[in-house]
Every structure is written in structure tokens, then in C-alpha cells.
């Protein structure tokens, strides 16, 4: 795809939601395409001022559902493992979404440019709707703090948390002082990650226990996969503690310390600096001063805490930095205590980083790597979008996975984005850009066009294709044979509502892939 639009079903509707000192909410609608680019002489843009009230939403009520979710995460009950159980967990997600929403589409004029934009997409004139938040003044951080990503439809418009939805994408922006100067950023050349995984094998304090062992594996392979199809455009350099346990409370001889703080500060002071940063590891929140933590390895086997603010200056020492991702718990969790970023992402994003990708509560390991795998399919594929649409085919991977009742934690990633660009320029091939990204990331299938790339393993397929030959994904709905969604979780076209059912996660080292099955909802 260029970045000239071709045709309505490429524009992106926009929608930039400031809420500024606590009791006033600004809203912009802009038609721009998905890298952010105006439309020229028919851009749309209006505006909008309303009051942000808490009339009927108690403020504690709020915050209390916050915690609880926060909590809950944090002792690992919302994967039933004790105390409140999973469906309930759920159910408390459901009721913050609701009032979530309240707060920000109260007022009856934004939710119509919501409604607007949602119906827009239904009739094909969009491609996806976009929603900016921002907070400012003296109230920022106690808004930032909750999880507005937790954001949920009323039940007559279908309940869905709205980070759920295929047809939309929810970032924050931070409310810088001054215009963002961003460096422009060349695309062409290979883009290097740097993947670090900091696995302690100590605890902190001898009598405790240690920290779970973090493994990259899951992701390290998902990036050998994207290497293999990309070459020389794709370099991965590991950084990687070993994650065994060999002998629990004492520390092996063998072990050497890799993901360390002295290590990375070596690595900035070298040449070919890395464009993204991906973070596996333990985060949390200080208890003393609030103020969020990352776990590095010490030389000794413990773990090395140190401070969002250190953190984000160990890693914005780079000229080069495109992306951080924080694949640690509670890495996106600001303090409302705290004055002006707080928060691991917030930190680094505050140093006009243009993406920040990190989790707001703790997070199972399985569900984060469903999450990066998706990520870099999408941002790394054949035809490149924007980090917030990676984020969405990420949530994608984890609702694939996750139960039933524990479908909300899809919402627990969390993008900070200063600007649209790709990471990567588009492959080429022939002279011929690649289809658009909006089919490769399973937004909406066309039909119109010879071939296009499967949303799930971007191998190209017919338009009339039944499946995918590469991972047998299903494009037809086998009940009223019409084209759909095929990531979605049901058909939207048949009246009597087919449930999407029984499609594993597809593992490319399989063989075989099992047949889809489908029952009714």
C-alpha cells in the first residue's frame, strides 16, 4: 500500500479524545489514512468540547473496580488459581468497561461520533476507527492510571470491551510540551531488535522464593520464523539469561549473568544501535515510593530492581529507538500519587519515543507470548501497519487462547504512540508494493483482488479460496457460504449467528492443522 489513499475503504477515522485538568473533554474527528496522513482537500476535521463529569460514577467506585482488577491479576486469581474466581474477575472487568465508557461517552454528541464511526465501518466506507486518548493538567495522572483500554460497549450496541473489536484501535498519546519533533526514520535498511530476558534465579532475599523464570523462546522463535521470510531486513540479537532452575535456592556454578544492567549500558555505547527493544521480565510497583520497577540480573543471581526513570534512561540513550516493548507485569501502570510520567512506559514514551508497547497488570507468561507473537506477525509481516493495528492483531493471538471467562485480559496491553509510521518499509516484489495491510491484518477481507495475504500466516491466497493452503484457516462461512472475518469469533452475516469454534492457535511446525469446527451460538 502507498501512502496515497485509493479508496474509501482505505481511510482511517480518527478520533483524538483530550480530557484536560479532570472536567473538560476535547474531541477531534479526522479521515486520514492508517499512517496518520491527512486527506488533502477533503480531510475531515471537527471538533468538539464537553464538559467530563462523574456525575453518577463515584470516583472511589471507579478507582476500587481498578484495584481489584489489579489485584486480582497481581496474586494470579483471575486464572481461577484462588480467592475470587475467574468468571467473576470477568464480570468486574465488565462493570469498570461500563463506566468506563460512561466517562468518556456521556456526552451525546461524542457518542454519536463513536456510533458514526462504527457505522461508517459496517457500510465499508472505513477501514478501521481509531481512538487518541490524552490526559492534561492537573488530573493527568489519576486518569492515566486507569485502564481505559478496559472501555466496554452497552449491552444494545453488543457489550463488547472495545479493544475487542476488529474494526477498532485504541492508543494513548502523552501530553507533551511542544510540538513532538520526531527523526525521520529510514524504513529501508534492516530493522534490529534487541530482545533481553532477564530470568534471576535468587529471590531477593534469601527464605523467599525466587522469581518465576522468564523464557523467551516462544518469542525468539516467532522472530526466527519473520527472519526466515525476511532475510537480511530482519536482524535479532539475544540477550538472554538461561531460565532453567537446576538447583532451586542455591546458584549453579555455570550460571553467568547476561541480562544485566552493565550489559545493556554496553550494548547503547555500541555501534549498529537497535531500533526495537523488547523487555521480557518482572515489573511491579515500588512499594516504598509507588514509582514502577523492572527486574534486570545481578552478577550474584538476584534480582537487580531498578527504576522507571533509570530504566527509560538506559534505553532512550538511542538515537536509533523506534519501539520499546515491555513484556512485564504492571510495565504500563502509572501512579496516581506520582506527579508528572510515571510509569516504565510512560517514562520512556515521555522521551518522544514514537512507541511504547507495555502491560498494565500482571499477565500470564502463555497469554503475553500469544500477544507478541500475533504483534510481530502483523508489524513485521509482508505489508508492515502501524504498531497500534500490530497491538490489535496481538489482542487477536490472546483471545484465540484464552477461555471464555478470561477474555478481558486482552486488555491488559497498552500502547503509548507518537506517531503512524511503519517500522519497515513494504516488500517489494517485481516493482509491485504489496496488497494492503488492512487484509493483512484481517480487518476486512476483499474480495476484489486477485490474491491476498492470509491475516494469520500472510500466505497469499485466491479471493475465492475456501481455506488458507499454508494453515488451513477458514474464509467462508460454512453455513451461509459468505465471506467473513476469519479471526473473528463468530459470522456476522448469518442471521441465526455461527460461532467461530475449536480454531487452535496455528503452530507452523505442525504437520497438520485440524479441521474447523462450528456450533451455533
Known sequence: MTDILRTEADTVRLL??????????S????????????????????????????????????????DVLRAAAASGQAAGRGGLSAASIERIGEVLGDHLYQLLFQDEVVHRLLRDGLDNWERGNLAFLRIELEFAGDAANELASLPWEYVRLPPADGGSFLVHLSQLVLNRRLHLNGAPELRRLNTEGPLRVLLVAASPPLPEKDGEEPLPAVSAVEVYRTLTQLKAQLGNRLEIEPLLDDPSRPSPGQLDPNFT????????????????????????????????????????????????????????????????????????????????????????????????????????????????????????????????VPVDVAVRMGRREM??????????????????????????????????????????????????????????????????????????????CPECHGRWNPMAKRCTKCPDKVTYHNQPPWDPQQDAVPDTGFVRA
Open 399 to 476: 483471545l484465540a487462547a484464552q477461555a471464555d471467562d478470561q477474555q478481558s485480559a486482552a486488555s491488559v496491553p497498552v500502547v503509548y504512540l507518537l506517531d503512524y509510521n511503519r517500522l519497515m518499509a513494504e516488500v517489494v516484489t517485481s516493482g509491485v508494493v504489496a496488497e494492503s495491510a488492512t487484509q493483512q491484518t484481517g480487518m476486512r477481507i476483499d474480495a476484489r483482488g486477485t490474491h491476498a495475504p492470509c491475516p494469520r500466516c500472510t500466505t497469499p491466497v485466491a479471493h475465492d479460496d475456501l481455506r488458507c493452503g499454508e494453515c488451513s484457516l477458514l474464509f467462508e
Open 16 to 25: 483524538r479524545m483530550i480530557i484536560k485538568d479532570g472536567h473538560r473533554l
Open 27 to 66: 474531541v477531534a474527528r479526522y479521515d486520514c489514512n492508517q499512517f496518520g496522513q491527512a486527506r488533502g482537500n477533503i480531510a475531515e476535521n471537527t471538533n468538539h468540547d464537553a464538559d467530563f463529569t462523574w456525575e453518577g460514577l463515584p470516583r472511589e467506585t471507579v478507582v476500587l473496580l481498578a
Open 257 to 384: 549473568a547476561v541480562a544485566t544492567r552493565k550489559a545493556l549500558s554496553e550494548r547503547f555505547e555500541q555501534g549498529n544501535l537497535p531500533h526495537v527493544v523488547h523487555f521480557l521480565g518482572h515489573g511491579r510497583r515500588n512499594p516504598t515510593d509507588r514509582r514502577g520497577q523492572l527486574a534486570l540480573t545481578g552478577q550474584d543471581g538476584r534480582p537487580h530492581w531498578i527504576n522507571e526513570d533509570t530504566f527509560a534512561t538506559l534505553v532512550c540513550d538511542n538515537r536509533e529507538l523506534r519501539l520499546a516493548i515491555l513484556q512485564a507485569c504492571e510495565s504500563a501502570l502509572p501512579s496516581r500519587y506520582v506527579a508528572g510520567a510515571s510509569g516504565v512506559a510512560s517514562h520512556i514514551a515521555a522521551r518522544r519515543i514514537p512507541a511504547v508497547v507495555a502491560m498494565q497488570f500482571s499477565i500470564e507468561a502463555a497469554s503475553a507470548n500469544n500477544f507478541a507473537a500475533g504483534f510481530y506477525r502483523a508489524l513485521l509481516g509482508k505489508n508492515p
